[in-house]
């Protein structure tokens, strides 16, 4: 089935060190996003890249970065500039490219990261 | 910036019960709506949008929501809820979401 695979699905590291969530798709998909879900403040906008080798800056960036090397995956690293990122991250693919806005998103199922 | 903004964040309903969430966008040019919802366990997934044209929007699962372009309002309504429909339920203009309303349906 096609869709689009997140890993790891829980994951745990000490306050300070660097961690890359990994997306993956299979959708044949153009563009690609990440979100940060917090309770109570909904999905909040990281990165999004609409073509390989490209990608622009969402709400959230700060502390973040990424990667589009291939049209399959769209790694996001958590870096320890990150001030709070515990969080639940979403990784997000859309068929059409462009930040129109008219984009169908395809979830996948989401990384917990928790800082200790 | 964009924002939009949901208003309930919890919502508890019967079986049966009509359900009209609301959702209201700040102006910013073209209209892209979209309610997505997340079933307990699932992945986040469209449950309709509109881009232009009528604003009375048919969604799957017997959703339906209306673009009041006057109000900048985008409401979710289903006329009986099931105590399927229980999940949390977002409201997206573009790429922007809102902080999203947990719907709980009892039997």
């Known amino acids: 089935d096609g869709g689009i695979t997140q890993s790891p699905k829980y994951l745990f590291r000490k306050e300070g060190q660097n961690v890359t969530l990994s997306c993956e798709q299979n959708l044949n998909h153009d563009a690609m996003y990440w979100y940060r879900q917090d309770p109570g403040q909904g999905l909040r906008l990281i990165y999004y890249s609409q073509i390989v080798n490209d990608f622009q800056k969402g709400d959230i960036a700060e502390g973040y970065s990424v990667s589009r090397e291939k049209k399959e995956s769209f790694p996001l690293t958590v870096t320890s500039a990150q001030k709070n990122p515990t969080a639940f991250y979403l990784c997000a693919s859309s068929r059409d490219r462009g930040a129109s806005g008219t984009n169908v998103l395809t979830f996948g199922a989401g990384s917990r990261l928790t800082v200790l | 910036a964009q924002s939009v903004s949901q208003h309930n964040h919890h919502v508890i309903l019967s079986e049966a019960a009509s359900l009209e969430l609301g959702c209201n966008y700040s102006y910013g040019g073209t209209v892209n709506l979209f309610w997505y919802v997340q079933y307990p366990g699932q992945h986040l997934q469209l449950l309709l949008k509109?881009?232009?044209?009528?604003?009375l929007v048919k969604g799957i699962k017997g959703f339906e929501a209306e673009f009041i372009k006057s109000k900048f309002s985008f409401n979710l309504r289903k006329p009986s809820v099931q105590w399927s429909d229980t999940a949390e339920y977002f409201c997206?203009?573009?790429?922007?979401f809102g902080a999203g309303t947990r719907l709980a349906v009892h039997p």
């Open positions: 997206a203009h573009k790429l922007i």
């Open positions: 509109y881009f232009s044209g009528d604003p």
